[in-house]
């Protein structure tokens, strides 16, 4: 056996453990979710990065340490993925300033997790409606209204005409959020929990991690139609067209809609990705190769660290495979989490 004592207590080896694992659940796991099929990449995302900032907090007194480990998992998500979106780093920039007025300001660590996950899981479902919204305007929730009302009226009695279908939508996609925002503040407090006690059985050998680096990791490619939003949206487009068809006087107002919503979505993307995303892309890029300079040491090491942690994701993967759902998610978590903490390097 190769790993320390089977209670995480090194301040300095947990924060670099943890920010690594933020950090390569922010630039690799895209490529790790379509391969083991899970849904929701973003409110993914954000769960875990409420649970690594809940492990974070715990290891450390001065809560700047938490926008440190903020500004290392940005720079490495530029140099692994360089040309993501704004979006996807402000993303980061927003979960780790949460954390340090949270847990900076609130006195017990168990309610600051809570408002925490809620809070990040939240505002990345508004962030994502927002987006449709700029993207297609509102007559993209208009539409909606319309085609499914009206179908509502061809196969039923009911008089939709005051049902706002996009409303309802909307709400359930923000308690969806917001009840994984509930559970991600409760498994956070309960991995961070399980991990200061003793489960030494819970490590694994090196050897095993080793073996798995050896053989290579398994890659699968990612195809756009792969991607749920663009084949719902692409599917309502195409529904409503043969819908407009099938009934002439109802063909006027949705066609009408969708056309705008497509030139308003071509234009708004030939806006955003041809001049204003560059700019701000630039700017950022060069903020962040003066930052790079000053965290050089603490990106070397997480880089060295990688491949060990990507075994050790397949390799708690495999042991949970007789688990289903979200016990095999707890327990995933779990295993990640603790053996990245104490295995040795």
Known sequence: MS???????????????????????????GGILHAF??????????????????????????????LKSTTIVI????IISPHSPFTAYFAVILQGTLAFVLYSFIRYDRIASYILAVSVLCLSAFQRLIIITILFGEEFWSAINLFIGKTIDLFTDYNSTDFNVSLLLITIYILVHF??????????????????????????????????Q???????KRNWYNKKFNLIVITFFIAAFIYSFIFPEFADNLSGKIIYIIIRAITVLLIWFKIISPLIMKWF????????????LEID??????????GIVVASWDVTSDQKY?????????LVIYNSMLISE
């Open 301 to 310: 090491k997480v880089f060295m660290f990688l491949p060990k942690l990507r």
């Open 179 to 212: 009840a994984a925002g509930i559970y991600a503040g409760f498994l956070s407090v309960g991995i961070k929990k399980h991990i200061q006690e003793n489960h030494a059985e819970l490590l694994f050998r090196n050897d095993t991690i080793n073996e798995i």
């Open 214 to 220: 050896a053989n290579g990791f398994k890659k699968r």
């Open 326 to 334: 979200l016990r095999r998610i707890n327990k995933f978590l779990i």
């Open 285 to 296: 890029s060069n903020y962040l190769k003066k930052k790079k300079s000053a965290y050089g």
């Open 3 to 29: 790993y320390r004592a089977a209670v995480p207590t090194d301040e300095k080896i947990v924060l670099a453990r943890i920010t690594s694992l933020w950090a390569l659940s922010e630039s690799a796991l």
């Open 37 to 66: 099929k899970i849904p929701f990449t973003g409110l993914v995302l954000g769960s875990l990065a409420v649970i690594f900032l809940s492990i974070l907090n715990s290891y450390t007194d001065d809560k700047k340490n938490l």
């Open 75 to 78: 720079l490495v998500k530029f």
